[in-house]
């Protein structure tokens, strides 16, 4: 009888307790990011580094338009190039990252 006792405050405890405490973290997370594999973008940026972009998944599908801001980073064969060059990204398929709450692009990768 001592030993089940053993048995269940040294075995069976902890991983009740431990999976109640990673089903808890889960409930925790926060989603602040997400993506869109663009079939093509639009873009429009003036000389300031703002301006915004419209991606479109597919051809009957709606456009999704987004903020661009001098933060937003741009990859183009992996690697980082400056923003100026956005435009020779234009009616290009690209992957957009953007911020979920403020709907901004924060890097495009094509």
């Given amino acids: ?8 405050l040294t ?5 009740i307790f431990l999976s109640v405490g990673f089903a808890r973290a889960n409930t925790d997370v926060i989603f602040i990011e997400d993506a869109i594999e663009a079939e ?3 873009v429009s940026i003036n000389s300031n580094m703002t301006g915004h972009i419209i991606a479109d998944v597919c051809p009957t599908c709606k456009s999704t338009r987004l903020a661009i801001d001098k933060n937003t980073q741009l990859f183009h064969k992996g690697k980082r190039i400056h923003l100026i060059n956005l435009k020779k990204a234009n009616g290009q398929p690209a992957t957009v990252f953007y911020d979920i709450r403020k709907k901004i692009v924060t890097r495009i990768k094509w």
Avoid: D, N, Q
């Fill in 1 to 8: 009888m001592e030993s089940v006792i053993k048995y269940i």
């Fill in 11 to 15: 075995g069976i405890v902890p991983v």
């Fill in 40 to 42: 093509k973008i639009s």
